[in-house]
T-cell receptor, first 111, second 112 residues
Framework: SQQGEEDPQALSIQEGENATMNCSYKTSINNLQWYRQNSGRGLVHLILIRSNEREKHSGRLRVTLDTSKKSSSLLITASRAADTASYLCATGPGTASKLTFGTGTRLQVML | GAGVSQSPRYKVAKRGQDVALRCDPISGHVSLFWYQQALGQGPEFLTYFQNEAQLDKSGLPSDRFFAERPEGSVSTLKIQRTQQEDSAVYLC??????????FGQGTRLTVV
């Protein structure tokens, strides 16, 4: 069963614009991770935010976590065509444990 | 190798055929996970190994699915008597003691 649900399911933007994707989950978590998936490179880890953190940055990525609402958001700033991919959130009860994924947001960045 | 390697990348099997999917982990990675990803869905957990020990197989959908990692390195996921609903991408992921999970490219299985 899927733990998280991403919103929107699909997003289409112009290059240079920002993209925001949201993830909601159901149970208590230790951490939440965001992954990017495309046919060329498979599933790639982007960023991990722990349950005691509220915001984290990595390059053009900004992730927020609201444990009271059981939700997270991923912001990609100044998007590029190469950012075109599906973005999935995943949760786990511990850093060494199995992950439970959402269904993903399909992002298309147009030139 | 530099990353997690899975083979074959693509497999077409006739219904009822047995298949074996291989995962070569990153050297030294203790934990190994198998996931199944149906079209349009996120990956779903199948089973987990720590070294050669299979610690969690709660996600295996039926007794036709079997996984092993006899020497704590390479792992094989075997599906017996394949059925059409087994068609999916099978992903292997490994992680070290204090690293995130690294995923292979997956094996796309099509049962016809």
């Amino acid at each position: 069963s899927q733990q998280g649900e991403e919103d929107p399911q699909a997003l289409s933007i112009q290059e240079g614009e920002n993209a925001t994707m949201n993830c909601s989950y159901k149970t208590s978590i230790n951490n939440l991770q965001w992954y990017r998936q495309n046919s060329g490179r498979g599933l790639v880890h982007l960023i991990l935010i722990r349950s005691n953190e509220r915001e984290k940055h990595s390059g053009r990525l900004r992730v927020t976590l609201d444990t009271s609402k059981k939700s997270s958001s991923l912001l990609i700033t100044a998007s590029r065509a190469a950012d075109t991919a599906s973005y999935l959130c995943a949760t786990g009860p511990g850093t060494a444990s199995k992950l439970t994924f959402g269904t993903g947001t399909r992002l298309q960045v147009m030139l | 190798g530099a990353g997690v390697s899975q083979s074959p990348r693509y497999k077409v099997a006739k219904r009822g055929q047995d298949v074996a999917l291989r995962c070569d982990p990153i050297s030294g990675h203790v934990s190994l996970f198998w996931y199944q990803q149906a079209l349009g869905q996120g990956p779903e957990f199948l089973t987990y190994f720590q070294n050669e020990a299979q610690l969690d197989k709660s996600g295996l959908p039926s007794d036709r699915f079997f996984a092993e990692r006899p020497e704590g390195s390479v792992s094989t996921l075997k599906i017996q008597r394949t059925q059409q609903e087994d068609s999916a991408v099978y992903l292997c992921a490994t992680r070290g003691l204090d690293t995130e999970a690294f995923f292979g490219q997956g094996t796309r299985l099509t049962v016809v």
